[in-house]
């Protein structure tokens, strides 16, 4: 970019006043949530690059409303963090505006369901700048969207989202289940030359691991799913909020015998066909599990790839264990609605075990 | 301003002003408001220094430029060579205006009708027009000529510039952008979102909306019920201005002076430039069928080039010899546009995966390697014509690279 060097300069110059001290967080292992990860790698990476700029409603003063922009206007000013009007388009489109001028900006939206004024911007200009000018306007943006339900959240604050975005070509589309990988992906997304769509479990905010935060996770790049349990019975393919109860399922799986394999894809764009279809010609089935709705949601887009890439592996249809098919439930229903450890059983059960007898499969 | 003058209101028991009682406008909206005529230099006693005089004259020659480009480009579309023009015939002092008011570091924000101003900037007209033609998206790299891609979806591109402007101001860089949509366009909500922000942000953007009467047929009626477009500009804190948008130096003017505004932290201003769409919305529209002829004479009379042309030969500040010049120069120029658009367009199929991400994901690559191996079937022995097809295509593509490098640097000469 023609202005890499004023914005060199400039950032030297805007050093100094409005830059408070936080106390270090001691070094060594301790026990972190996702949100404190997530703000963590925010911190870390406006501290290495005075060109990445987080806007967003309510994250200055606030912290956001789930804190995970805690302490970032005290530290780098409101000109780095900033609490701008109260609409999702205007957001989108003026930080569309600063990566077109060559900044990072890291966007947040504050739930999932609030995103959508921003869909056209996103579409129409963030997803597409790249290829209408040839390459000459990279578009180096992240968006936050906290997503998904289980949090006992009143209408509109729990959509799963992630489908209409993987739907448009040009974005990356990736959502971190662990607490390690929530920091290393975010750092990624925003080193990241092309926009990505970064979803956060908002249900898994406050799940803990015991991280050493001094010495940053380092992450696998984009594409790349994460083999999460080992098994042999069937693979259970999932991202994001419903791991941790895929994992649950695998552990109450073993009473009936079953040792499930648990994928997590970690990136649903880039899609990674290559470990999903090994991890299916290893155990010759699969249950794809998500909140999303299930109809055009992302489990028909994986069960296609699986079905075309590895038909000959399968001793049954790949199933899917997903939301159903109706606008998000209120708070008082959601359970209903959600994939729970009973209904990924009951899924792995008509995986057509009886076809490992008469065609030779192995248990 | 009655509201201005309130004191904080104390109850009976002298007890503390109620919080409503204190409340008072944050801003004066008076000195926001635009004035009730619009602002016009052609045809008043306004006194010419030389400075300025050359400025008339520069508009005029670019004016009479920007009308036969219109007009070329509309012919394009005629023969093909065009899959649309929407035509800014009769708003050309608007589009040149814009262009001229900023300096070489300011940014253009423009819609699908300000190609002639993306022109009038220094962006080369075929790269102008490869949108309208089809052979790729907008294609043209916005750094060089600091003119954004063109923005088809109605506004959106207004909080584009109000961001890039922002950004600019953080990073302690003297640019500003000039955004420009129509009176459609101020329906949107982004346009809204856009005045918003810069507002709040002070950002150094100048937007300039064009109201030349109609959104494809709908006309300003039943877009809006406010006194005029320019009075929004209240509503969010900044000043609007209110021109003749067919007055090519009052456009200048006002835009010059909101620039300079801007450029000085001033903040955004709101421009109303009052003109009318005298062509068809595009080549594949049927005006008749929402206006009459007799609504449309009035303003070919009060046609941009021709009133700028009365007032400068009443002054005389225009020869014959001057005006023939200006007309053959726009001559020579819609025959190089029509030679260069005459020549086909450079296609590669294979561009096609080349700019979706900074690297292409494993499913583009093998949706590359389909469409390669599909080209390659049709260049098999025995398909007609196709033998060679891509060296054949490789030396097309070295020739048409120079071709246009010649072009420009012609152009850029001119």
Redesign the interface.
């Known amino acids: 970019m023609t202005t890499a060097t004023s914005a060199a300069s400039a950032g030297a110059r805007r050093e100094g006043p409005g830059r408070t001290e936080r106390p270090r967080r001691p070094a060594g292992p301790a026990p972190t949530t996702m949100a404190q990860a997530i703000n963590r790698a925010l911190r870390d990476a406006m501290a290495e690059d005075d060109t990445v700029h987080v806007l967003g409603e309510d994250v200055g003063a606030l912290g956001g409303v789930f804190r995970v922009t805690d302490g970032l206007t005290a530290e780098f000013g409101e000109d780095r963090c900033t609490d701008t009007p109260l609409a999702e388009a205007g957001i989108l489109g003026t930080a569309t505006g600063m990566a077109m001028y060559g900044l990072r900006p890291v966007v947040e939206m504050q739930f999932d369901a609030f995103a959508y004024p921003a869909f056209e911007q996103l579409v129409s200009h963030v997803a597409r700048m790249r290829n209408r000018t040839r390459g000459a306007l990279p578009m180096p943006l992240t968006i936050r969207i906290p997503y998904g339900g289980g949090i006992g959240g009143v209408e509109h604050h729990s959509d799963s989202s992630e489908a209409y975005y993987m739907a448009t070509p040009g974005l990356h589309v990736v959502t971190p289940a662990t607490v390690a990988d929530a920091y290393g992906m975010l750092r990624r997304a925003i080193a990241s030359d092309d926009p990505v769509v970064f979803l956060e479990p908002k249900r898994l905010y406050w799940s803990k691991e015991t991280l050493d935060l001094s010495e940053p996770p380092r992450t696998e790049p984009f594409g790349r799913a994460a083999v999460r349990r080992a098994g042999t019975s069937a693979t259970l393919i999932t991202y994001g909020p419903s791991l941790p109860v895929c994992l649950e399922a695998a552990e109450a799986a073993r009473e009936e015998g079953w040792e499930l394999e648990v994928l997590d894809l970690r990136t649903l764009v880039p899609f990674d066909d290559e470990t999903v279809c090994a991890a299916v010609r290893r155990t010759g089935r699969a249950v794809v599990v998500h909140e999303a709705t299930g109809f055009a949601g992302p489990g028909a887009e994986i069960a296609a790839r699986i079905t075309e890439r590895c038909f000959h592996h399968l001793q049954a249809p790949v199933l899917r264990v997903t939301g159903f098919d109706i606008p998000y439930p209120p708070p008082m229903l959601e359970k209903h609605h959600l994939p729970g450890v009973d209904r990924i059983l009951d899924a792995v059960a008509r995986l057509q075990w009886e076809s490992q007898y008469t065609e030779g499969g192995t248990p | 301003m009655t509201v201005l003058e309130q004191t904080p209101g104390r109850d009976d028991s002298g007890a503390r002003p109620t919080p409503t009682a204190a409340w008072r406008p944050r801003t004066d909206p008076a000195a926001l408001l635009p004035d009730e005529t619009p602002f016009r230099l052609l045809g008043t006693s306004a006194r010419l220094d030389k400075e300025r005089k050359e400025l008339w004259r520069e508009l005029y020659r670019r004016l009479v430029h920007g009308r036969r480009y219109n007009q070329q480009a509309t012919a394009l579309t005629k023969q093909g060579r065009l899959a649309v023009y929407p035509s800014s015939t009769g708003q050309e002092a608007c589009e040149v205006a814009a262009a001229l008011a900023l300096s070489e570091q300011d940014w253009l924000f423009p819609s699908y009708r300000d190609t002639l101003a993306a022109v009038a900037r220094g962006l080369d007209p075929v790269q102008a027009l490869t949108l309208l033609r089809g052979d ?8 060089e000529t600091r003119v ?2 063109l ?1 088809t ?1 109605l506004a ?1 591109q ?11 101001r ?4 003297d ?1 500003v ?1 000039l955004a420009m949509v129509g009176d459609g366009g101020t329906s949107e ?2 346009f809204h ?2 005045l ?2 810069a507002a ?1 942000w002070k950002a150094p953007v100048v937007f300039l909306v064009q109201n030349n009467g109609f959104a494809i047929s709908v006309p300003l009626a039943k877009q809006t019920a406010a006194p005029s477009i320019a009075h929004k500009a209240v509503g969010y804190g900044m000043p609007g201005r209110l021109v003749d948008g067919n007055d090519a130096p009052a456009v200048h003017q006002v835009l010059a002076e909101a620039v300079e505004r801007a450029r000085s932290g001033g903040g955004p201003t709101l421009v109303e430039a009052l003109t009318y769409r005298v062509e068809a919305h595009t080549n594949a529209d049927d005006a008749t069928r929402y206006r009459s002829d007799d609504e449309v004479a009035p303003w070919r009379e009060h046609d941009p080039v021709r009133v700028l042309e009365r007032e400068l030969r009443q002054r005389r500040l225009l020869t014959d010899a001057e005006a023939e010049e200006a007309a053959a120069d726009a001559e020579r120029m819609a025959a190089r546009l029509r030679d260069r658009m005459n020549a086909e367009p450079l296609l590669d199929p294979r ?1 096609l995966f ?5 690297e292409p ?3 583009l690559r093998e949706q590359d390697a389909m469409l390669r191996a599909e080209l390659a079937a049709e260049d098999e022995p025995g398909e007609p014509g196709a033998a060679g097809h891509d060296h054949q295509h490789d030396q097309q593509h070295e020739r048409e690279h120079q071709h246009e490098h010649q072009h420009q640097d012609q152009e850029r000469a001119a």
């Open positions: 790729w998206h907008t294609g043209y790299d916005p750094r954004a891609p923005s979806p959106t207004l909080p584009h510039a109000v961001g890039l402007a922002h950004a600019a953080l990073r302690g860089d640019v952008a909500g982004d979102e856009a918003n922000f709040v561009d080349a700019h979706v991400y900074a994901t494993t499913q």
